[in-house]
């Protein structure tokens, strides 16, 4: 059973970087989209950003200018560049691939954004 795994959360101070990355525990092929999602407390999971196996991207308003997806075909990896870090963007984030029928979890990392 092939797994997602991310890192590279933690706690950072309003204006600060993050970079989250997501790797899979065994070969997979075929993935369409790579996606972030993340989820604050009371609130519904939402997506953050996205990117197909061509390189487009699509990023929610709230992220926009400041967040960058990027993925490593050759490894699998998905990776979120999080800049200008707000309180707002404090939840647990996870990680999402697309496959032809079939879509992957991550089990989430937390992002706490606070002074």
């Known amino acids: 059973q092939v797994q997602l795994v991310e890192s590279g959360g933690g706690l950072v101070q309003p204006g600060g970087s993050l970079r989250l990355s997501c790797a899979t525990s065994?070969?997979?092929?075929?993935?369409?989209?790579m996606g972030w999602y993340r989820q604050a407390p009371g609130n519904e999971r939402e997506l953050v950003a996205a990117i197909t196996s061509t390189g487009s991207t699509n990023y929610a308003d709230s992220v926009k200018g400041r967040f960058t997806i990027s993925r490593d075909n050759a490894k699998n990896t998905a990776y979120l560049q999080m800049n200008s870090l707000k309180p707002e963007d404090t939840a647990v984030y996870y990680c999402n691939y697309k496959l032809p029928g079939l879509q992957l979890w991550g089990q989430g990392t937390q992002v706490t954004v606070s002074s």
């Open positions: 065994g070969s997979i092929f075929s993935i369409y989209v």
